[in-house]
């Protein structure tokens, strides 16, 4: 029942949006941040985000959001991220993430990763056929977001070209328990989603928190 109770809290609407800033922020967000995002006062922000932080959905901590240090520095505030755990909700109750992950045990002891991951890239193939074809990095931010994976661009250098990074992994639990055949099958998954020989191509390169796969121009593309 906790998940239960912890997903019933977003029903309210300034709580839901308050969390859907944070979360999408991808870094620490003070108060005041929060409630000008949400369009609400300061104090009733703070009543909802420690709401959530005591529910498990967001974590807190506290630095000087002025960035200086020592004397006049002023004191540290609290900060609020999205809490990495999981929150999943069936009833009846259903065990999916132990399935998954005895599934993944036996693929790996079999030395199935091929195999996965050509069934992987059919699927994405088929998600792609449904969707229509992807017009670039903004068409593939709207695809990725639509499958959960939270996208974002990001820019490599001062003047260099912009990536898709994501912040979420769908298959975060399971990859954690067998990341080479997780994140393998995930790559053929965005390879068949985002096609191999059009604009785009997906790539591994795994940041801490992070999906394991970014989308980028390709080769052919890239000038």
């Known amino acids: ?48 985000l420690d709401r959530l ?71 994405g193939e088929a998600l792609r056929t449904a969707a229509g074809p992807c017009d670039g990095l903004a068409g593939a931010v709207e695809l990725l977001a639509a499958r959960g994976y939270e996208p974002y661009l990001e820019r490599v250098g001062d003047a260099g070209p912009e990536v898709l990074r994501m912040r979420n992994c769908p298959f975060h639990t399971v990859a954690e328990h067998f990341p080479p055949l997780v994140c393998g099958m995930n790559l053929a998954l965005l390879e068949g989603l985002i096609g191999t020989s059009g604009p785009l191509r997906a790539r591994m390169d795994a940041r801490p928190g992070e999906c394991c796969v970014i989308v980028e121009a390709s080769k052919n593309n890239a000038d």
């Open 1 to 48: 029942m906790e998940d239960i109770d912890a997903i019933a809290l977003l029903q309210d609407p300034v709580r839901r949006r308050l969390y859907e800033y944070v979360a999408a922020q991808g870094r620490e967000i003070g108060r005041n941040e929060a409630a000008e995002a949400a369009g609400v006062a300061r104090t009733l922000a703070a009543h909802h």
């Open 53 to 123: 932080a005591e529910a498990g959905l967001l974590e807190t901590g506290s630095r000087r959001l002025t960035g200086r240090s020592g004397p006049g520095a002023g004191r540290p505030a609290k900060v609020y991220t999205r809490a990495r755990a999981e929150r999943t909700v069936s009833l009846p109750a259903r065990d999916y993430r132990t399935a998954a992950e005895l599934l993944a045990e036996a693929a790996e002891e079999a030395g199935l990763d091929s195999g996965l991951g050509a069934a992987a890239r059919r699927r």
